[in-house]
């Protein structure tokens, strides 16, 4: 199987990251989207690092 992560276009609040690692981990998005905000209040370096998965990750273009 081969598996790759995309932004999501499907299940997507801002810009698609956070649907797009749960359905690569096959996870609720609500937990990841939890998780980003907790690690966002816990520094603020979680903005940071969704901004940057933002720019990174490609969108998905299979649908």
């Given at each position: ?31 990841v ?12 370096s979680g ?17």
């Open positions: 199987m081969n598996k790759k992560l995309y932004k999501s276009s499907s299940n997507k609040m801002i810009s698609g990251v956070c649907g797009g690692i749960a359905e690569f981990f096959d996870i609720d998005p609500t937990i989207r939890l998780a980003w905000v907790l690690f966002a209040l816990a520094g603020g903005i940071l690092a969704y901004i940057a998965c933002a720019i990174i990750i490609p969108k998905n273009t299979n649908y």
